[in-house]
């Protein structure tokens, strides 16, 4: 990694290093993401398919699409847009994320880019993507605007930002606090800090104050009947995601 200024919090680095080899056990501590997947792909894929005007049926429909996973962890988004075609970069600021994501792709038969880096890093030595995917990323972050200006420098003119995070309510305390780390054990207790959640409205005002233009966001909404997730246009009061352009 360079020594390039940075947003990277070393105490939330540290709780991922921690759990970096349990990334693609689907019964381990990413249990949460590996549920959410499924949910969070479907937003991802529409929203490039209906930006780069892509047909998802066809066989590698982000051909040609340059694609940054940023805080890529063991490769869960990485893996599925290599696999529609796309030439993945994944960055982490964990190290031990890395040798993970690279194991697990090679196994895969993948050819993914994964670096030990960060978003400021990339911006400074001008990288270029049509796609910066940012997801449960911006609650982790020192300086989640000095964080976001750096993903918007790495777009290009008319790329996409998609970025997914926690909203700030007592609801989103009981569900993402209380009850995923301490009822569910879902995750290590500690996981997520409340005070470094975000409520729609200024995850919208910090994206257009970084350099890109909100044009969607929609709630993840957990089912406890079904055991599934499912987006939602009204329901945004703990998980959401948002897809911004660059001008």
Excluded at 171 to 182: D, L, N, P, T, W
Excluded at 209 to 216: A, E, I, M, Q, R
Aim: aromatic fraction near 8%; proline fraction near 6%; hydrophobic fraction near 45%.
């Amino acid at each position: 990694m360079t020594d390039t200024q940075t947003t990277v919090d070393p105490a939330e680095v540290a709780k991922f290093e921690a759990m970096a080899a349990e990334w693609w056990d689907p019964k381990g501590k990413f249990k949460p993401l590996h549920m959410l997947n499924p949910c969070r792909l479907d937003y991802i894929t529409s929203q490039i398919a209906a930006e780069f005007d892509r047909d998802l049926s066809a066989e590698s429909p982000f051909a040609g699409l340059r694609l940054l996973d940023i805080g890529c962890g063991g490769g869960l988004l990485s893996e599925p847009m290599a696999r529609l075609g796309a030439t993945v970069v994944g960055v982490d600021a964990a190290e031990r994320n890395i040798p993970v994501a690279q194991a697990h792709a090679a196994q895969s038969g993948l050819d993914i880019d994964y670096r030990h880096n960060t978003a400021e890093a990339l911006a400074a030595a001008g990288e270029q993507f049509d796609i910066v995917l940012n997801m449960e990323v911006v609650e982790h972050v020192a300086d989640p605007l000095a964080y976001l200006t750096a993903c918007a420098q790495l777009l290009k003119s008319g790329g996409l930002h998609i970025c997914s995070t926690l909203n700030r309510n007592p609801k989103s305390f009981m569900m993402a606090i209380v009850g995923a780390e301490h009822v569910m054990r879902w995750l290590p207790k500690g996981t997520h800090e409340w005070s470094k959640f975000i409520t729609p409205d200024e995850l919208f005002d910090l994206l257009s104050k970084s350099g890109v233009t909100p044009v969607d966001r929609k709630g993840m909404v957990f089912n406890p009947i079904t055991w599934s997730w499912s987006l939602s246009d009204r329901d945004l009061s703990v998980n959401y995601v948002t897809a911004s352009v660059k001008p």
